[in-house]
Nanobody, 118 residues
Framework: VQLQASGGGLVQPGGSLKLSCVAS????????IGWFRQAPGKEREGILC????????YYIDSAKGRFTIARDDAKNSVFLYMNNLKPDDTAVYYC????????????WGQGTLVTVSS
């Protein structure tokens, strides 16, 4: 039973990335999934979450208008679409089960590094 995040990399400011979170060993249907990140020297923070029914909840204002979240239960996956990336978005990104999108992660996936730099 695990989650695996992928899709990180180096991107220039203003660029875009799509992160994927794939579940194995269990079915993502009906699970709320949150995306979190931890920047160097900072505490981990929640970004946004998607409920089992597909409703999204933003945890930070800086993600509004730039980041979106979607799920594809047929692929047992949740995706984080990030646009207009900024250097401050540089961090290791994690997905996690997040019951009822209460910013209370339970099962963490391995992270994927996103570096925003010119």
């Amino acid at each position: 039973v695990q989650l695996q995040a992928s899709g990180g990399g180096l991107v220039q400011p203003g660029g875009s990335l799509k992160l994927s979170c794939v579940a194995s060993g269990f079915t993502l249907n009906y699970y709320a999934i949150g995306w979190f990140r931890q920047a160097p020297g900072k505490e981990r923070e929640g970004i946004l979450c998607i409920s089992g029914s597909g409703a999204d909840t933003y945890y930070i204002d800086s993600a509004k208008g730039r980041f979106t979240i979607a799920r594809d239960d047929a692929k047992n996956s949740v995706f984080l679409y990030m646009n207009n990336l900024k250097p401050d978005d540089t961090a290791v990104y994690y997905c996690a089960t997040d019951p009822q999108c209460h910013r209370n992660p339970v099962l963490w996936g391995q992270g994927t590094l996103v570096t925003v730099s010119s």
